[in-house]
Nanobody, 116 residues
């Protein structure tokens, strides 16, 4: 059974915004990753214990990761989107801390396409 479900992807013009959501029932969802065409999956942002957050240099200042514990949902607010943000975005469950992460479960991914 699918344990992580992403939503909120779509097509948007450069400079626009999207909010991604990742719903889970019982897992510790803690991060967003993305895979751009022809490239390996990379960390975008993680939210760890005690509110520790980490952002990739490429998204820092534009993206915000947050979590609604009551709804068991992780969010990624993406602002000022650029063409190079085009990718499949995956949420991840596992553990993390300052400067490290350990993914145990991946979502199925949601496509984000940014165009000019």
């Amino acid at each position: 059974q699918v344990q992580l479900v992403e939503s909120g992807g779509g097509s948007v013009l450069a400079g626009g915004s999207l909010r991604l959501s990742c719903a889970t029932s019982s897992l510790n969802v803690m991060g967003w990753f993305r895979q751009r065409p022809g490239k390996q999956r990379e960390e975008v942002a993680t939210l760890c214990a005690d509110g520790i957050t980490t952002y990739a240099d490429s998204v820092r200042g534009r993206f915000v990761i947050s979590k609604d514990n009551a709804k068991n949902t992780l969010y990624l607010q993406m602002n000022s989107l650029k063409l190079e943000d085009t990718a499949t975005y995956y949420c991840a469950a596992g553990s993390c801390g300052r400067g490290w992460y350990d993914v145990r479960t991946w979502g199925q991914g949601t496509q984000v396409t940014v165009s000019s």
